[in-house]
Nanobody, 121 residues
Framework: QVQLVESGGGLVQAGDSLRLSCATSGRTFSTITMAWFRQAPGKEREFVAGINRGTYYADSVKERFTISRENAKNTLYLQMNSLKPEDTAVYYC?????????????????WGQGTQVTVSS
């Protein structure tokens, strides 16, 4: 089992920045690929960014968001810059023991509880 706990969400204005964190515990050796997803009210959960040997992003966040991980601290990060109102959502971190460019929610085994990000215009 792997436990994931997100933090760092909040209410910001358009153009501001936020950094989300996801602390992992348990069988962390199985966290080969980690990712951030988000879900806005009334919408499906969507892929935001992923990391394993490299990083990959949804087109909507390229050049604005940066995913990284600090293995010594078992922590995943998402640096979000130039935030827009359409970035408002609950953000989830997820992980799987699989590698590759995994962008579907069904590809991930473990999920955190989510952290709310609200961007006002």
């Amino acid at each position: 089992q792997v436990q994931l706990v997100e933090s760092g969400g909040g209410l910001v204005q358009a153009g501001d920045s936020l950094r989300l964190s996801c602390a992992t515990s348990g069988r962390t050796f199985s966290t080969i690929t980690m990712a951030w997803f988000r879900q806005a009210p009334g919408k499906e959960r969507e892929f935001v960014a992923g990391i394993n040997r490299g990083t990959y992003y949804a087109d909507s966040v390229k050049e604005r968001f940066t995913i990284s991980r600090e293995n010594a601290k078992n922590t995943l990060y998402l640096q979000m810059n130039s935030l827009k109102p359409e970035d408002t959502a609950v953000y989830y971190c997820a992980t799987t023991a699989r590698g590759g460019f995994l962008m579907g929610a069904v590809d991930y085994t473990y999920w955190g509880q989510g952290t709310q990000v609200t961007v006002s215009s």
